[in-house]
C-alpha cells in the first residue's frame, strides 16, 4: 500500500520539510510545484500527522502565515527511508579494473559514506532540536561514545517503530474517525461559503399550543464552525498522544538495543539522563503502576 509520504507531490513536499521548516510560499519557490498542488499537498500530510504547523510569521502585508515542519512521526517516516550504504560492503577486485581504480572507488564511496553521515547527523540534530527531542539533540554526543554504529541503530529502529505503530489501535481509529470528521466538516463549511444564499440566517418556528412560535434565527455557518472548533480540539488532543507514544516508543527501543553497551570514555550526560527517566515514568505509570495498585487491593491486611 503507498502511504502518502511515497506519493509524488506529497514526497515532495515532504522531502524539502525535512531540509528545514517553511511557509507554503516558500514551499512554492523551492519546489516550483503551482500552489494549489502545494495546498494539497500539505493538506494530505497534514491530516496523517506527518507534518504540523511549527511557527507562524508576518507576511509583507501583514498576513500570518504559517511555518510547517515535520512531526515525530513524519521524522520516523524520513529515516525509514534514508539509505546509508557502507562502503566495506563492496564488492572484491574486478579483473576488468586495476588496484589504483579499485582504490579510487573505495576512497570515492568511503567519501560519500561520510557525506551521508554528515547529512543523517545534521537531520537529527536539526529535528531534535525543532522538536526538543533529547536523543535527537545529543546525536553527535551518542555518536562519539558508540561509534558510526548509532546511525545504523538509529535508521533500524526507526524501522521497527514504523512497523509497530505504537500509537493503540484503538486510539488511532478515534484519530481517524475525528479526522474524517474534521474533513467533512471543512468541506461542508467551503460549500457554505460558496453559496450566498445558504449562508443567510434561516428562521426556525416551533408550534405551541397549536400555534406557531418564532425562535431565534439559525446560522448554519456558526454552527458548522462550532462544530468544527470542537472537533479540532479534540483532534488536536489525541494527536499531543500519539506524538507522546511515538517519541517514547523510540526512546524504549533504543534503550533495548544500548542498555547492554558501554560506549566509550565518560557516558556522564544530565540531559539524556533525564530523558531516560521521563521514558522509565512514562511506562511505569501506563503498565506498573496499575498492576501495583491492583496487587494492593488483594493485599493481606495489616494485624
Same mark, same amino acid.
Given at each position: $500500500?503507498?502511504? #502518502? ?61 504559517? #511555518? ?18 557502507? &562502503? ?45 527531542? &533529547? ?30 505503530? &505504537? ?52 446560522? &448554519? ?30 526512546? $524504549? ?13 565518560? $557516558? ?36
Amino acid at each position: $500500500m503507498v502511504t #502518502i509520504v511515497e506519493m509524488k507531490n506529497p514526497r515532495i513536499i515532504f522531502e524539502a520539510l525535512a531540509v528545514r521548516p517553511m511557509t507554503k510560499w516558500e514551499l512554492k519557490q523551492e519546489t516550483k510545484l503551482e500552489y494549489p498542488r502545494v495546498h494539497e499537498a500539505i493538506s494530505l500530510l497534514e491530516s496523517e500527522h506527518y507534518v504540523k504547523v511549527l511557527d507562524t510569521v508576518p507576511s509583507k502585508k501583514g498576513r500570518e502565515m504559517k #511555518i510547517y515542519g515535520l512531526t515525530f512521526k513524519g521524522v520516523i517516516a524520513y529515516l525509514e527511508r534514508f539509505s546509508l550504504r557502507h &562502503p566495506d560492503l563492496l564488492v572484491p577486485l574486478s579483473a576488468e579494473e586495476t588496484l589504483e581504480e579499485y582504490q579510487a572507488k573505495r576512497e570515492k564511496d568511503k567519501e560519500e559514506y561520510r557525506k551521508k553521515l554528515e547529512q543523517l547527523a545534521q537531520f537529527l540534530e536539526t529535528q531534535g532540536k525543532l522538536l526538543d527531542y &533529547p536523543l535527537f539533540k545529543e546525536t553527535r554526543w551518542l555518536a562519539e561514545h558508540y561509534g558510526d554504529a548509532f546511525f545504523d541503530d538509529v535508521l533500524d529502529i526507526a524501522r521497527l517503530i514504523g512497523a509497530l505503530q &505504537p500509537f493503540p489501535s484503538g486510539a488511532k481509529q478515534l484519530l481517524n474517525q475525528l479526522q474524517k470528521q474534521v474533513d467533512e466538516l471543512k468541506k461542508e463549511k467551503w460549500m457554505l461559503l460558496r453559496d450566498p444564499e445558504a449562508k443567510r440566517k434561516i428562521r426556525v418556528t416551533v408550534a405551541e399550543d397549536g400555534k406557531l412560535a418564532e425562535t431565534d434565527h439559525f446560522d &448554519p455557518l456558526e454552527n458548522i464552525n462550532e462544530e468544527l472548533e470542537e472537533s479540532e480540539k479534540q483532534l488536536e488532543t489525541l494527536h499531543v498522544q500519539e506524538d507522546k507514544w511515538w517519541r517514547m516508543g523510540f526512546a $524504549m527501543r533504543f534503550a533495548e538495543r544500548f542498555q547492554h553497551l558501554k560506549g566509550k570514555g565518560n $557516558m556522564h550526560n544530565m540531559v539524556l539522563h533525564k530523558f531516560f527517566r521521563e521514558v522509565a515514568d512514562f511506562y511505569r505509570r501506563l503498565e506498573v503502576e496499575p498492576s501495583e495498585n491492583m496487587a494492593k487491593i488483594f493485599e493481606s491486611p495489616s494485624g
